[in-house]
């Protein structure tokens, strides 16, 4: 019965001299009571202390699992903060936000887990990551607690759970020390405390720390007079730092430090579970670390800690260095800057330095974050970079944000303008190479030589520099690859160097203009109008493949490259609406504005090739003759046996592939008909598996045409039309039949070896012939056994589809050579199918609402090991949809769920922690002792002792 139940993060350690605070740890384990704990006191009160105490008096007699994150300046970042939280909860995400902390909480389920936010203060009630948390707080699940930690009340939406007693506070009165403990720690330190005060932790355990005092701050004195003098400088990188490693501090430091040593020497130096040191605040005030502002910022920029730098900045007033950091954070983020941590920093700067370039550039890159078609970004950039003549990485940067920027709204201008000036400059950086190359490589493109473009972004340094400025070099790459006809490589190269749905849209594109019919996946919609228009003129060409005549694209377009993807949308469509003549009338009229002299025009004409092929005489002549790319030799491949086709040639053979990808399905099917009236159907059927009833109606329209009459009637025979109704299978449980929605008694179903053979139909894609016969007729010999599977599959037609004419094949039983399958989708469903596929925490439900009992009884003792499989699969769906209910608060059916499980498994470990943890959240004594004793029995039945988890859970059942 395992479980994970990692999650400790970078938990302070108390030193052996702080007192075990018994009353206050025991107030704090109470975490679990409440599904939110509120810890709020300033500096010095030991809150990081007592929440350590706990944490470790968890792991003694653990109730839960916790989770800690110390919370740090760049936290105010949402991504910057789920991330922490996911990693403190040993998990990950690609694109960490409040969903994925949500999920990763409910993922512990059934287990309680417990999130301690630590030094919460640190994000501000306004930014993105106290909008995390406020996300998190009003939908943490059931089975999770959250302890916020900070020196002020947080601003989180609290209002509701106070008022359901759902919020434990602990304050000053409660962290301060009592006259006993205070007595206590004294006796510890073997010393008399000679001053009141108050209680306060931290400046008691100095005072006492230094011996008899008149304050805390004349100690504090007393410690740093009896420090050498490097632990007076490690002390000091250790607070410009704030939290930090030993060589990080020695780095700062100048000299070779040991921090163990350190902590035990100063009070108030604490040593994190993750081999790190931190220095409390209250030395901050009393130790100068301006000598090492530039040592610590060093690290810190090293670190990747770029919010931190920019603490030690703004604290020190330090301007110039906080423009250094400025212009950093955007050579590092751009399209994806941190805009709480930016603007938080252009709040401090003082009116007489916003003008200074590295300010000018972030605010810039704060307007593009916001809204990338802001027209105030290109003067804020160009001023930075006027300001910027003598610092090239710098400009570097600046263009490099106007790169962006010009990219994000397609302004080719600004792209050309961009690339004049970095020709200016001194290309000694790889951010200034690389827009060197990638903006001649715009300019070739536009002049109608991708190739040439290709010869500048190989040389392109897109490993050296930021991802955010390589991305749109990588875009525009795989978009100049296409326009050479080499689809495949730009495929390749969008999924191998881009990971966003964009990207993957992009290379899906590719591959289907380079004849290969993809899956088209959703996704967020192009980031820009010109983006839109592009993608709107593609998809318009690929539905017409399907016979979809969606709206074409204006007429009018003002340059060659968009009147190119308006004229094939347009031809498309009219295509699809067999409107042919306006189609090469589109065409006509094009050459006519633009043409194929034009270079410009010509190669993107190219992207469309087979329409242009096919309906201008002009342009095959011209490609005909031309040394075209692999994509588009296919496409032309394509385009010429469609031609030759209608003069009667059908030597050209055309993967079904390329016919569905290039041509528009009237073309395709008229192309299928031509081959069938010579006895190949195989382009036809395929077709019709592929798109659809609407290849049948096309069929029908042909068979009215004297010159396809034959070769459609033949298909007509050949390739079954879809049934006219919906036609249900179901086998989980015992078997049946619907027709739209309602079971048949057909005397077929009583029959055994059809219900067998069905079943096995259902369980594997494809069955062999010869494989069904040695399963269903074991002891005939070859010939009778294959006798018998005709027969049965004749019966089993007529059960699946009893309106079909004699000798007409059948549409949902296919019999390809040896093998036989049933066809998956369209009208044909199948209960088992649908439960391997829904597997999402969405669709649970649905998949276990499936069980009728147990799946494919006729074929229990011939396919065991599956149907083991399809009941394993079944107890996982139950115990995560119990789970699941656990979390949102419905112990009684999470409890009911388990019990289901457990019926089917009675030894599944996951079962008994979800049958007892739903015992405990329904405060169901009864109920928990028959879950607690249902487990035991079970450990003593296979001999082994309990996990970690199921022990917090036993354990749990004891003290309830």
Same mark, same amino acid.
Request: hydrophobic share 45%; with cysteine; net charge negative.
């Given at each position: 019965?395992?479980?994970?139940?990692?999650?400790?993060?970078?938990?302070?350690?108390?030193?052996?001299?702080?007192?075990?605070?018994?009353?206050?740890?025991?107030?704090?384990?109470?975490?679990?009571?409440?599904?939110?704990?509120?810890?709020?006191?300033?500096?010095?009160?030991?809150?990081?202390?007592?929440?350590?105490?706990?944490?470790?008096?968890?792991?003694?007699?653990?109730?839960?699992?916790?989770?800690?994150?110390?919370?740090?300046?760049?936290?105010?970042?949402?991504?910057?903060?789920?991330?922490?939280?996911?990693?403190?909860?040993?998990?990950?995400?690609?694109?960490?936000?409040?969903?994925?902390?949500?999920?990763?909480?409910?993922?512990?389920?059934? +287990?309680?887990?417990?999130?301690?936010?630590?030094?919460?203060?640190?994000?501000?009630?306004?930014?993105?990551?106290?909008?995390?948390?406020?996300?998190?707080?009003?939908?943490?699940?059931?089975?999770?607690?959250?302890?916020?930690?900070?020196?002020?009340?947080?601003?989180?939406?609290?209002?509701?759970?106070?008022?359901?007693?759902?919020?434990?506070?602990?304050?000053?009165?409660?962290?301060?020390?009592?006259?006993?403990?205070?007595?206590?720690?004294?006796?510890?330190?073997?010393?008399?405390?000679?001053?009141?005060?108050?209680?306060?932790?931290?400046?008691?355990?100095?005072?006492?720390?230094?011996?008899?005092?008149?304050? !805390?701050?004349?100690?504090?004195?007393?410690?740093?007079?009896?420090?050498?003098?490097?632990?007076?400088?490690?002390?000091?990188?250790?607070?410009?730092?704030?939290?930090?490693?030993?060589?990080?501090?020695?780095?700062?430091?100048?000299?070779?430090?040991?921090?163990?040593?350190?902590?035990?020497?100063?009070?108030? =130096?604490?040593?994190?579970?993750?081999?790190? *040191?931190?220095?409390?605040?209250?030395?901050?005030?009393?130790?100068?670390?301006?000598?090492?502002?530039?040592?610590?910022?060093?690290?810190?920029?090293?670190?990747?800690?770029?919010?931190?730098?920019?603490?030690?900045? @703004?604290?020190?007033?330090?301007?110039?260095?906080?423009?250094?950091?400025?212009?950093?954070?955007?050579?590092?983020?751009?399209?994806?800057?941190?805009?709480?941590?930016?603007?938080?920093?252009?709040?401090?700067?003082?009116?007489?330095?916003?003008?200074?370039?590295?300010?000018?550039?972030?605010?810039?890159?704060?307007?593009?974050?916001?809204?990338?078609?802001?027209?105030?970004?290109?003067?804020?950039?160009?001023?930075?970079?006027?300001?910027?003549?003598?610092?090239?990485?710098?400009?570097?940067?600046?263009?490099?944000?106007?790169?962006?920027?010009?990219?994000?709204?397609?302004?080719?201008?600004?792209?050309?303008?961009?690339?004049?000036?970095?020709?200016?400059?001194?290309? #000694?950086?790889?951010?200034?190479?690389?827009?060197?190359?990638?903006?001649?490589?715009?300019?070739?493109?536009?002049?109608?030589?991708?190739?040439?473009?290709?010869?500048?972004?190989?040389?392109?340094?897109?490993?050296?520099?930021?991802?955010?400025?390589?991305?749109?070099?990588?875009?525009?790459?795989?978009? @100049?690859?296409? %326009?050479?006809?080499?689809?495949?490589?730009?495929?390749?190269?969008?999924?191998? %160097?881009?990971?966003?749905?964009?990207?993957?849209?992009?290379?899906?594109?590719?591959?289907?203009?380079?004849?290969?019919?993809?899956?088209?996946?959703?996704?967020?919609?192009?980031?820009?109008?010109?983006?839109?228009?592009?993608?709107?003129?593609?998809?318009?060409?690929?539905?017409? #493949?399907?016979?979809?005549?969606?709206?074409?694209?204006?007429?009018?377009?003002?340059?060659?490259?968009?009147?190119?993807?308006?004229?094939?949308?347009?031809?498309?469509?009219?295509?699809?609406?067999?409107?042919?003549?306006?189609?090469?009338?589109? *065409?006509?009229?094009?050459?006519?504005?633009?043409?194929?002299?034009?270079?410009?025009?010509?190669?993107?004409?190219?992207?469309? +090739?087979?329409?242009? *092929?096919?309906?201008?005489?002009?342009?095959?002549?011209?490609?005909?003759?031309?040394?075209?790319?692999?994509?588009?030799?296919?496409?032309?491949?394509?385009?010429?046996?469609?031609?030759?086709?209608?003069?009667?040639?059908? #030597?050209?053979?055309?993967?079904?592939?390329?016919?569905?990808?290039?041509?528009?399905?009237?073309?395709?099917?008229?192309?299928?008909? $031509?081959?069938?009236?010579?006895?190949?159907?195989?382009?036809?059927? !395929?077709?019709?598996?592929?798109?659809?009833?609407?290849?049948?109606?096309?069929?029908?329209?042909?068979?009215?045409?004297?010159?396809?009459?034959?070769?459609?009637? $033949?298909?007509?025979?050949?390739?079954?039309?879809?049934?006219?109704?919906?036609?249900?299978?179901?086998?989980?449980?015992? %078997?049946?039949?619907?027709?739209?929605?309602?079971?048949?008694?057909?005397?077929?179903?009583?029959?055994?070896?059809?219900?067998?053979?069905?079943?096995?139909?259902?369980?594997?894609?494809? =069955?062999?012939?010869?494989?069904? %016969?040695?399963?269903?007729?074991?002891?005939?010999?070859?010939?009778?056994?294959?006798?018998?599977?005709?027969?049965?599959?004749?019966?089993?037609?007529?059960?699946?589809?009893?309106?079909?004419?004699?000798?007409?094949?059948?549409? @949902?039983?296919?019999?390809?050579?040896?093998?036989?399958?049933?066809?998956?989708?369209?009208?044909?469903?199948?209960?088992?199918?649908?439960?391997?596929?829904?597997?999402?925490?969405?669709?649970?439900?649905?998949?276990?609402?499936? !069980?009728?009992?147990?799946?494919?009884?006729?074929?229990?003792?011939?396919?065991?090991?599956?149907?083991?499989?399809?009941?394993?699969?079944?107890?996982?769906?139950?115990?995560?949809?119990?789970?699941?209910?656990?979390?949102?608060?419905?112990?009684?059916?999470?409890?009911?769920?388990?019990?289901?499980?457990?019926?089917?498994?009675?030894?599944?470990?996951?079962?008994?922690?979800?049958?007892?943890?739903?015992?405990? $959240?329904?405060?169901?004594?009864?109920?928990?002792?028959?879950?607690?004793?249902?487990?035991?029995?079970?450990?003593?039945?296979?001999?082994?002792?309990?996990?970690?988890?199921?022990?917090?859970?036993?354990?749990?059942?004891? #003290?309830?």
């Amino acid at each position: 019965m395992g479980d994970d139940t990692r999650g400790l993060r970078a938990v302070p350690r108390p030193l052996d001299v702080e007192l075990p605070r018994l009353r206050l740890v025991d107030r704090l384990r109470q975490r679990w009571s409440r599904p939110v704990t509120l810890v709020v006191a300033g500096a010095g009160f030991g809150k990081t202390t007592a929440l350590a105490q706990a944490v470790r008096a968890n792991l003694l007699e653990p109730r839960g699992v916790d989770a800690w994150v110390t919370c740090g300046p760049e936290h105010e970042d949402a991504t910057r903060l789920a991330a922490a939280i996911l990693k403190a909860l040993g998990t990950h995400s690609p694109e960490p936000g409040a969903r994925e902390v949500l999920a990763a909480l409910r993922h512990r389920a059934p +287990l309680d887990v417990c999130l301690l936010l630590d030094d919460v203060h640190e994000v501000p009630d306004t930014s993105p990551g106290a909008q995390l948390l406020a996300a998190v707080t009003r939908a943490l699940p059931d089975t999770a607690h959250l302890v916020l930690s900070g020196r002020c009340a947080s601003g989180l939406p609290l209002a509701k759970r106070e008022a359901a007693g759902e919020v434990a506070a602990i304050g000053t009165e409660e962290l301060a020390f009592t006259d006993a403990e205070t007595a206590a720690l004294a006796r510890r330190f073997g010393r008399e405390l000679t001053e009141d005060l108050h209680g306060w932790p931290a400046l008691i355990r100095l005072s006492l720390s230094a011996g008899p005092a008149a304050s !805390w701050r004349y100690a504090a004195e007393e410690v740093l007079t009896g420090l050498t003098e490097p632990g007076r400088h490690a002390l000091a990188a250790l607070v410009a730092l704030r939290c930090a490693t030993e060589d990080e501090v020695g780095a700062v430091a100048g000299v070779p430090v040991r921090l163990e040593r350190l902590a035990r020497a100063v009070p108030l =130096v604490d040593r994190l579970d993750d081999g790190r *040191y931190r220095a409390h605040d209250l030395w901050a005030d009393l130790v100068p670390t301006g000598h090492l502002r530039a040592g610590a910022v060093e690290v810190l920029l090293k670190r990747g800690d770029l919010a931190g730098a920019g603490r030690v900045a @703004c604290g020190a007033g330090d301007w110039a260095l906080l423009a250094r950091i400025a212009v950093e954070l955007v050579r590092t983020t751009l399209s994806v800057l941190p805009v709480a941590t930016a603007e938080r920093w252009l709040k401090a700067v003082p009116q007489e330095h916003v003008d200074e370039p590295a300010f000018l550039l972030l605010k810039a890159a704060v307007a593009h974050a916001r809204d990338f078609t802001d027209p105030t970004i290109d003067c804020l950039v160009d001023r930075s970079c006027a300001k910027m003549q003598d610092d090239h990485d710098g400009a570097a940067v600046a263009l490099g944000q106007a790169v962006i920027t010009a990219h994000s709204r397609g302004d080719l201008a600004r792209l050309v303008e961009v690339a004049q000036r970095a020709q200016r400059l001194d290309a #000694s950086t790889p951010v200034l190479r690389l827009l060197r190359h990638s903006v001649a490589a715009v300019v070739a493109e536009m002049a109608g030589d991708p190739e040439e473009a290709l010869v500048h972004l190989a040389q392109a340094p897109t490993g050296e520099v930021p991802k955010a400025l390589s991305v749109s070099t990588t875009r525009f790459h795989v978009h @100049c690859l296409a %326009m050479c006809g080499r689809g495949h490589d730009a495929a390749e190269l969008a999924e191998r %160097m881009l990971n966003d749905d964009l990207a993957l849209r992009h290379a899906a594109v590719a591959r289907w203009f380079d004849g290969e019919p993809v899956e088209f996946q959703g996704g967020e919609a192009d980031s820009t109008a010109r983006g839109e228009f592009v993608a709107r003129a593609l998809h318009t060409v690929i539905a017409a #493949s399907f016979g979809e005549a969606t709206t074409e694209l204006p007429a009018g377009q003002d340059n060659a490259r968009d009147a190119v993807l308006a004229c094939a949308s347009q031809a498309a469509v009219a295509v699809t609406r067999g409107e042919e003549d306006l189609a090469r009338d589109i *065409y006509k009229q094009h050459l006519a504005r633009w043409p194929a002299d034009n270079k410009v025009a010509e190669r993107h004409l190219r992207r469309f +090739l087979t329409l242009g *092929y096919v309906l201008s005489d002009e342009l095959r002549e011209r490609w005909d003759s031309t040394d075209l790319g692999p994509s588009h030799r296919r496409a032309r491949a394509a385009g010429r046996a469609f031609v030759q086709a209608r003069q009667g040639d059908l #030597s050209e053979d055309v993967p079904a592939e390329h016919a569905l990808c290039f041509l528009p399905l009237p073309w395709s099917v008229e192309l299928a008909v $031509r081959l069938a009236a010579t006895g190949k159907t195989k382009l036809g059927g !395929w077709l019709a598996d592929r798109v659809g009833t609407a290849v049948h109606r096309l069929f029908r329209d042909f068979t009215r045409d004297p010159e396809l009459a034959a070769g459609a009637t $033949r298909l007509l025979a050949a390739v079954p039309t879809p049934p006219d109704h919906p036609i249900g299978i179901e086998v989980i449980g015992p %078997m049946r039949v619907t027709r739209n929605g309602v079971a048949v008694d057909a005397p077929e179903l009583r029959r055994t070896r059809v219900r067998q053979l069905l079943g096995l139909l259902v369980l594997r894609p494809v =069955v062999v012939r010869e494989q069904a %016969m040695d399963l269903l007729w074991p002891d005939l010999d070859p010939a009778s056994a294959a006798r018998n599977l005709r027969v049965t599959m004749t019966h089993l037609r007529r059960l699946l589809e009893p309106e079909r004419a004699g000798g007409e094949a059948s549409y @949902c039983l296919r019999s390809d050579g040896d093998s036989i399958r049933l066809v998956r989708g369209g009208l044909l469903s199948v209960d088992l199918w649908s439960f391997h596929e829904l597997s999402d925490a969405d669709s649970l439900d649905q998949a276990v609402a499936l !069980w009728r009992g147990e799946p494919l009884p006729d074929l229990v003792d011939l396919c065991e090991a599956e149907i083991a499989q399809i009941r394993a699969r079944h107890v996982h769906n139950l115990l995560a949809l119990g789970e699941l209910r656990l979390v949102t608060g419905d112990p009684a059916q999470a409890g009911q769920l388990a019990d289901r499980a457990l019926t089917l498994e009675p030894f599944e470990p996951r079962g008994h922690r979800l049958a007892l943890a739903a015992a405990l $959240r329904a405060r169901d004594p009864q109920r928990t002792v028959a879950a607690r004793a249902r487990v035991l029995d079970s450990l003593r039945q296979i001999g082994v002792r309990p996990d970690p988890a199921t022990e917090i859970l036993l354990r749990q059942s004891v #003290s309830s």
